[in-house]
């Protein structure tokens, strides 16, 4: 049996102060004191009889008590969300909201054909869908502010309390503009890599590990001119208008090859291909809208696998 003192309040505050890993933060959002966020926290512990949070310089981090806890206050705030949804929707003629995070190759290559799959069906339910860094995405899917990650598998130890479902496995490319100068003949890509700037994905995106090692493992230890970024709009930007290389998922920049706008680098990438799928909180049941969405996802999925690819990755 559920033990009657613990009421909503420190669920809500709880799941607040684990998403914004900070006390202050979650008590602006919350709309209350830092004190009544603290004595919160306190009172949900001592019921628990555990350490929710661990001090950590002049910050704090989530226990392992904690970690095991969220999984299943999150999961309860999503049902009460849903919950209070259904009730709001049904009043209203309208399905359920679907909150969807998807990292870029995903952003582009699959949610635009899915989006009109899953419209197609009328269910009138609202659609929020977000990009961002994967670990970003998955902590919001963890504490029930999304009800569904598409993208790359993330690390082990990063998909407690999470069920993934493989659709297509991916590269990453060395991607450039269509004129090039490591696009002539017998060009050496990895000896003269640091004579331009290299777009990188971020430390804490879900390549950038991948990246790093290949580039290690073919010789490339230090990039003098090295830029950091998620962003697939700054990186097509800066490719027209100058030198530098690209690195990123294939289906981030699959139509921009298509059209011949930019170019792929001869380079062997096939030791980075990685699972790309659906990530759900393994203790949820998804509503009907968001079970038509994936199967939306599916199917655009088995559609671009479909698909006959030439060189360079060009769809024939």
């Not at 926290?41 to 008590?65: A, C, P």
């Not at 030791?271 to 909180?281: E, H, I, Q, W």
């Amino acid at each position: 049996m559920v033990d009657q003192r613990i009421k909503f309040r420190h669920l809500q505050t709880f799941v607040e102060v684990a998403r914004q890993k900070s006390v202050i933060r979650a008590s602006e959002i919350l709309h209350v004191s830092q004190p009544a966020v603290t004595k919160t926290i306190r009172e949900l512990e001592e019921i628990l009889g555990v350490s929710l949070f661990d001090r950590e310089g002049r910050g704090i981090r989530i226990s392992r008590y904690g970690e095991i806890f969220l999984r299943h206050a999150g999961a309860t705030m999503t049902a009460l969300r849903q919950a209070v949804d259904s009730v709001s929707q049904e009043a209203g003629r309208a399905g359920p909201p679907v909150r969807i995070g998807a990292l870029p190759t995903v952003s582009v290559r699959i949610m635009p054909k899915a989006m009109d799959g899953f419209l197609a069906e009328k269910t009138g339910s609202p659609v929020k869908i977000v990009t961002g860094e994967n670990a970003v995405l998955l902590e919001q899917l963890r504490v029930g502010d999304l009800d569904l990650v598409v993208g790359r598998l993330a690390a082990p130890e990063k998909m407690a309390g999470f069920s993934f479902e493989h659709l297509y496995s991916e590269k990453v490319r060395f991607v450039v503009r269509a004129d090039h100068p490591l696009l002539g003949e017998g060009v050496s890509v990895f000896e003269r890599l640091h004579e331009f700037p290299v777009l990188m994905p971020t430390r804490q995106s879900v390549i950038g590990p991948v990246v790093e090692q290949f580039l290690i493992a073919n010789g490339v230890s230090a990039l003098p001119i090295r830029i950091e970024t998620v962003s697939d709009a700054f990186g097509r930007a800066y490719l027209r208008t100058s030198d530098a290389v690209w690195i990123i998922s294939e289906g981030v920049v699959a139509a921009d090859i298509a059209d011949g706008i930019l170019a792929i680098l001869p380079v062997d990438t096939g030791d980075t291909s990685g699972p790309v799928g659906l990530t759900v909180r393994a203790d949820t049941q998804p509503s009907l809208p968001l079970a038509l969405l994936m199967q939306a996802i599916r199917e655009t999925a088995n559609d671009l696998l479909s698909e006959p690819t030439g060189q360079n990755g060009r769809p024939t």
